[in-house]
């Protein structure tokens, strides 16, 4: 980062000259002189001297604002600098969903480090859209989710279908509809939990924005980040939570009951890339998820 930019964050985080210099290890006449220049450049004061210290002035205050901008930007890119080189030798980037970790992503990961005992690696979780924009913005290598079919032409990526499956509806054991044939109608009249929604904040990736639902506008929803906590929330209400239903037997080592598969939804489960970047890291992955997708049919 710019020497002057430290300095001066230095001296106006400890308010003294004396003891940024000792922060900096160089000489407090140093410190100082490299300040005065700081104002002449910048033509204002930007420290008002005191008895026992320093202060920042209308001007400094302004100036920190930048300064800080600037540190938050320099320590970005150096952690953009070290996340390359480590990919260079290996690292991978993933990012899933939590019941595609675990059916069968898991098991591919644990493969591949058996393999590469001395590879890094980074997983995240998320929903479709947030972990598209994470991988047309670079940061992770691939994704395995739903096939998003209203995508931007600016989002190129591509997609790998590796099976479908439909949209299922899950309640805890105490819900009403646990011991009962649930349809449509009856799901309808309890609460909806969605699961790691959408958030307005990833809907660049589509082509026309995120759809609006007005028949939500008079229903309560639950939204939640976390499938374990969706869990906790069935528990704790009579919500009912739509996930998929290739996830029917994990969710009910948790507890939760399947009481409704819709068939008329279904969705296409693959594996997102980045067009045009290869890299013989990713392909083993990926060529290890395929295996294991091979073993559970």
Not at 89 to 112: D, L, P
Not at 236 to 247: C, F, K, L
Request: proline share 4%; net charge negative; aromatic share 10%.
């Amino acid at each position: 980062m710019n020497k002057s930019l430290k300095y001066f964050l230095a001296v106006a985080k400890h308010g003294n000259i004396k003891r940024a210099a000792d922060e900096l290890y160089i000489s407090q006449p140093s410190l100082t002189s490299a300040i005065k220049k700081l104002e002449a450049e910048m033509g204002a004061q930007l420290f008002t001297r005191l008895s026992k210290g320093v202060e920042l002035t209308a001007y400094g205050i302004i100036f920190r604002d930048f300064a800080q901008d600037q540190q938050e930007h320099y320590f970005s890119l150096k952690h953009q600098f070290q996340d390359m080189q480590k990919r260079q030798f290996g690292k991978i980037k993933i990012g899933t969903g939590e019941v595609w970790w675990e059916r069968f992503v898991k098991q591919a990961v644990k493969e591949y480090q058996s393999k590469s005992p001395a590879s890094s690696f980074h997983l995240e979780f998320g929903n479709n859209l947030s972990l598209l924009n994470h991988l047309t913005n670079g940061d992770i290598d691939l994704f395995i989710g739903h096939e998003v079919l209203d995508l931007s032409p600016d989002c190129r990526v591509s997609f790998q279908p590796l099976f479908q499956d439909f949209e299922a509806t899950y309640v805890s054991r105490h819900h009403p509809l646990a011991t009962v044939r649930a349809t449509p109608e009856t799901i309808e009249h309890y609460p909806l939990l969605r699961v790691t929604p959408n958030h307005p904040r990833h809907q660049s990736v589509l082509a026309n924005g995120l759809p609006h639902d007005e028949l939500l506008e008079e229903r309560i929803v639950y939204d939640v980040d976390s499938v374990l906590a969706s869990i906790d929330m069935l528990n704790m209400t009579h919500a009912v939570m739509p996930y998929s239903h290739r996830a029917e037997h994990w969710l009910s080592d948790l507890g939760l009951v399947c009481c409704y598969i819709d068939r008329q939804i279904v969705g296409n489960i693959g594996i997102y890339t980045k067009l045009g970047e290869s890299k013989s890291s990713v392909n083993e992955l990926i060529h290890l998820i395929n295996q294991n997708v091979e073993n559970l049919k």
